[in-house]
């Protein structure tokens, strides 16, 4: 299970802060089955930042996400992993941070891939990918990469009691 190293309380106003367990029991209940939509920041060869939505989903402790090997995302991963996934769950704002490792090994795909179905999207292990009859229309064709977020930190903001902000600080 994965467990922060340092809590930061970030409220101002005298709330306690969060525990990680919120944002994480949040992410294991709500992924796939809530209408949720994820954001992933990269930074373009540039510099420029670059954000895109994904189909994300929390896994075994872990957040996944899908990018079609030519999309804008995917190339500015392979040259920089360092990124930032952001999300709103009920009654909380959650932003991730840490570097994106692509997952190839059949056993971590075919696990997601089966969580990713029982979400409402038919997802196959293909050629060390994703193939799937429908995916987002910029994605380019299959096979569509997977990618494993290393967290490093998380912050939380919530909008529902108990109120309050945080920073969880992860190390690997």
């Given at each position: 299970?994965?467990?922060?190293?340092?809590?930061?309380?970030?409220?101002?106003?005298?709330?306690?802060?969060?525990?990680?367990?919120?944002?994480?029991?949040?992410?294991?209940?709500?992924?796939?089955?809530?209408?949720?939509?994820?954001?992933?920041?990269?930074?373009?060869?540039?510099?420029?930042?670059?954000?895109?939505?994904?189909?994300?989903?929390?896994?075994?402790?872990?957040?996944?996400?899908v990018s079609g090997p030519g999309?804008?995302?995917?190339?500015?991963?392979?040259?920089?992993?360092?990124?930032?996934?952001?999300?709103?769950?009920?009654?909380?704002?959650?932003?991730?941070?840490?570097?994106?490792?692509?997952?190839?090994?059949?056993?971590?795909?075919?696990?997601?891939?089966?969580?990713?179905?029982?979400?409402?999207?038919?997802a196959a292990v293909e050629n060390?990918?994703?193939?799937?009859?429908?995916?987002?229309?910029?994605?380019?064709?299959a096979p569509w990469h997977l990618?494993?977020?290393?967290?490093?930190?998380?912050?939380?903001?919530?909008?529902?009691?108990?109120?309050?902000?945080?920073?969880?600080?992860?190390?690997?």
């Amino acid at each position: 299970m994965t467990e922060p190293t340092k809590t930061k309380n970030l409220d101002q106003s005298g709330s306690a802060a969060l525990p990680w367990s919120r944002a994480r029991d949040l992410l294991a209940t709500q992924t796939p089955k809530e209408n949720l939509t994820f954001f992933v920041g990269t930074v373009r060869p540039d510099g420029r930042p670059h954000a895109a939505g994904v189909g994300a989903i929390w896994v075994d402790d872990t957040l996944y996400f899908v990018s079609g090997p030519g999309t804008r995302r995917a190339r500015n991963l392979a040259a920089n992993p360092a990124c930032s996934v952001s999300v709103r769950l009920n009654g909380l704002d959650l932003t991730l941070e840490g570097e994106a490792e692509r997952v190839a090994d059949a056993a971590t795909l075919e696990r997601v891939a089966a969580v990713y179905r029982e979400g409402g999207w038919p997802a196959a292990v293909e050629n060390g990918g994703f193939n799937a009859p429908f995916m987002a229309p910029g994605a380019g064709p299959a096979p569509w990469h997977l990618y494993r977020l290393a967290l490093r930190r998380a912050i939380g903001v919530a909008g529902a009691e108990p109120h309050g902000a945080s920073r969880w600080d992860f190390t690997r």
